[in-house]
Nanobody, 121 residues
Framework: QVQLVESGGGLVRPGGSLRLSCAAS????????MGWYRQAPGKQREWVAT????????NYADSVKGRFTISRDSAKNMVYLQMNSLKPEDTAVYYC??????????????WGQGTQVTVSS
């Protein structure tokens, strides 16, 4: 059973930093891609950052480029999102995301339960 568990959210002032963590139930290399999405109240879920697990290649939404960094620790089956220079518009529930082929060779998406990030003075 695939599980993704986020942690590290909280309340931070504008300009501050947080590091989110995503613990996967197995090797991160079993996934084609992993990343982060976020959803603010009353808004659609939006993509934040992804990494191709085999190569480490990364991509970022324009809104977070230069401020957020996605990274991994394969030995710990962990993916991280380092968030610096946080802005009030970054306030959202952040979700860990992973995509892999299941046992029937269907490409399947998996999601964590989410962790709240609130940026406010």
């Amino acid at each position: 059973q695939v599980q993704l568990v986020e942690s590290g959210g909280g309340l931070v002032r504008p300009g501050g930093s947080l590091r989110l963590s995503c613990a996967a139930s197995g090797s991160i290399f079993s996934f084609v891609v992993m990343g982060w999405y976020r959803q603010a109240p009353g808004k659609q879920r939006e993509w934040v950052a992804t990494t191709i697990t085999s190569s480490g290649s990364t991509n970022y939404a324009d809104s977070v480029k230069g401020r957020f960094t996605i990274s991994r620790d394969s030995a710990k089956n962990m993916v991280y999102l380092q968030m610096n220079s946080l802005k009030p518009e970054d306030t959202a529930v952040y979700y860990c995301y992973a995509r892999k082929y299941n046992s029937s060779s269907y490409l399947t998406d998996y999601w964590g339960q989410g962790t709240q990030v609130t940026v406010s003075s």
